[in-house]
C-alpha cells in the first residue's frame, strides 16, 4: 500500500492541498485532478480542461467542518485513476509548521516507473538479474547511476518535507 500522512492547517485552500499531496506523492502535477467532499467535486479549473463551481484557491479544508474520521477522495490523472482516499485523523490546534509529512510507505512500482519512462529503474531490476544469475560485477558508475534513480522513486519522509518546506515556508 502507498500511504502518506501529513499535517495541514484548517486554513490550507483546496489548491494548496492539491499540491501538498503532488509533493508527497512525488507526482509532477501534468494531470487533471480533483477533490470530491460531501458529493461535490472541487478542483483547479484548466482552460480546455475540466470546470468547477467554486474556485479551488477560495475553499479552505476549515470550510468543510471535518470531524475525526471523515473522509473524501482525490483522484489525479482520469486516465490512469489514481484514487487517494482522505481520512482525518485527527483534529487540533498546532503550533507546528504545517504541511509537514510525518510518515509513509510504498513507492513506485514496476508499472509506474515504466509510466514515468523511469529507464533507470528498470535499468537497476535487469543488472540486480543479472548479478544474482550470472554471479557477475557490475561497473561502478552503472549500479550507482541505477541506485540513484531507483531512491528517487522511493518514499523518503526528508525529501518530501524539504520540498514542502521550500514551497510553502519561503
Same mark, same amino acid.
Given at each position: 500500500?502507498?500511504?502518506?500522512?501529513?499535517?495541514?492547517?484548517?486554513?490550507?485552500?483546496?489548491?494548496?492541498?492539491?499540491?501538498i499531496i503532488q509533493i508527497a506523492m512525488g507526482w509532477d502535477d501534468e494531470y487533471l485532478h480533483?477533490?470530491?467532499?460531501?458529493?461535490?467535486?472541487?478542483?483547479?479549473?484548466?482552460?480546455? #480542461?475540466?470546470?468547477?463551481?467554486?474556485? +479551488? /484557491?477560495?475553499?479552505? =479544508? *476549515?470550510? %468543510?467542518?471535518?470531524?475525526?474520521?471523515?473522509r473524501f477522495n482525490y483522484t489525479f490523472n482520469f486516465i490512469a485513476h489514481w484514487l487517494c482516499d482522505?481520512?482525518?485523523?485527527?483534529?487540533?490546534?498546532?503550533?507546528?509548521?504545517?504541511?509537514?509529512?510525518?510518515?509513509?510507505? #510504498?513507492?513506485?512500482?514496476?508499472?509506474? +516507473? /515504466?509510466?514515468?519512462? =523511469? *529507464?533507470? %529503474?528498470?535499468?537497476?531490476?535487469?543488472?540486480?538479474?543479472?548479478?544474482?544469475?550470472?554471479?557477475?560485477?557490475?561497473?561502478?558508475?552503472?549500479?550507482?547511476?541505477?541506485?540513484?534513480?531507483?531512491?528517487?522513486?522511493?518514499?523518503?519522509?526528508?525529501?518530501?518535507?524539504?520540498?514542502?518546506?521550500?514551497?510553502?515556508?519561503?
Open positions: 500500500m502507498i500511504w502518506r500522512r501529513l499535517l495541514v492547517y484548517g486554513k490550507t485552500s483546496l489548491a494548496d492541498l492539491h499540491h480533483n477533490f470530491r467532499i460531501h458529493g461535490e467535486d472541487y478542483g483547479l479549473s484548466y482552460e480546455d #480542461g475540466m470546470s468547477f463551481s467554486h474556485d +479551488a /484557491r477560495q475553499v479552505f =479544508v *476549515d470550510d %468543510f467542518g471535518f470531524d475525526t474520521g471523515d482522505i481520512r482525518i485523523e485527527r483534529i487540533e490546534s498546532s503550533t507546528q509548521q504545517a504541511p509537514r509529512c510525518y510518515g509513509g510507505s #510504498g513507492r513506485l512500482g514496476e508499472d509506474e +516507473a /515504466r509510466y514515468y519512462k =523511469v *529507464d533507470e %529503474f528498470m535499468a537497476l531490476i535487469d543488472i540486480l538479474d543479472k548479478v544474482a544469475a550470472t554471479e557477475q560485477t557490475i561497473a561502478d558508475d552503472d549500479f550507482h547511476n541505477a541506485i540513484d534513480h531507483f531512491r528517487s522513486v522511493q518514499f523518503s519522509r526528508t525529501v518530501i518535507n524539504k520540498q514542502l518546506k521550500a514551497t510553502f515556508h519561503s
